[in-house]
Antibody
């Protein structure tokens, strides 16, 4: 059974850093395109970042240069390192499993972890 | 970046109604268009992928159509559990943009 479980969210001051983790089971993270998607309170879904099975990474303009997506193949984990956090980064962050090519949909999602950026 | 525009932003309907939600891409995305349903406090759920393929386990009252820039999600006969917010998403290229959402409410 495929499962994604996010952790690492919390309250952080503006300018701070946080690392989100996504523990995957039932499939191999490194064989799939994996994404982070966020949702600000009361707002819609915003795609944040993706890591290809080959290792290439891409980011939304809103987080480029501040966020880094990575994975640990030995632990079957996905990460999102978030630096220079801003109030507008406050959101529930979901990790999502794509497929073996970019066009595959996000078939599985975690339950989300809430990040609140506030002083 | 490819912009995804959904219409309407909100919709009131009754159980048993036929409902259509539209999604337009700012440039051609072939058929790489997905539809998700989200209920409050829950993660999105995949309904339709590749414009018209029904995800396993999703009721057949949901259907999708379109290609290029114009796409449609249809619910043939609304059930109580269908009241939720619906999002389209393109996975033709990065960034894998979402539409702004359509909130389906009970009339």
């Amino acid at each position: 059974e495929v499962q994604l479980v996010e952790s690492g969210g919390g309250l952080i001051q503006p300018g701070g850093s946080l690392r989100l983790s996504c523990a995957a089971s039932g499939f191999t993270v490194s064989n799939n395109y994996m994404s982070w998607v966020r949702q600000a309170p009361g707002k819609g879904l915003e795609w944040v970042s993706i890591i290809y099975s080959g290792g290439s990474t891409y980011y939304a303009d809103s987080v480029k240069g501040r966020f880094t997506i990575s994975r640990d193949n030995s632990k079957n984990m996905l990460y999102l390192q978030m630096n220079s956090l801003r109030a507008e980064d406050t959101a529930v962050y979901y990790c999502a499993k794509g497929g073996i090519q970019l066009w595959f949909p996000f078939e599985y999602w975690g339950q989300g972890t809430l990040v609140t950026v506030s002083s | 970046d490819i912009q995804m525009t959904q219409s309407p932003s909100s919709l009131s309907a009754s159980v048993g109604d036929r409902v259509t939600i539209s999604c337009r891409a700012s440039q051609s995305i072939d058929r790489y268009l997905n539809w998700y349903q989200q209920k409050p406090g829950k993660a999105p759920k995949l309904l339709i992928y590749a414009a018209s393929s029904l995800q396993s386990g999703v009721p057949s009252r949901f259907s999708g159509s379109g290609s290029g820039t114009d796409f449609t999600l249809t619910i043939s006969s609304l059930q109580a559990e269908d009241f939720a917010t619906y999002y389209c998403q393109q996975t033709y290229t990065t960034p894998c943009t979402f539409g702004q959402g359509t909130k389906l409410e009970i009339k």
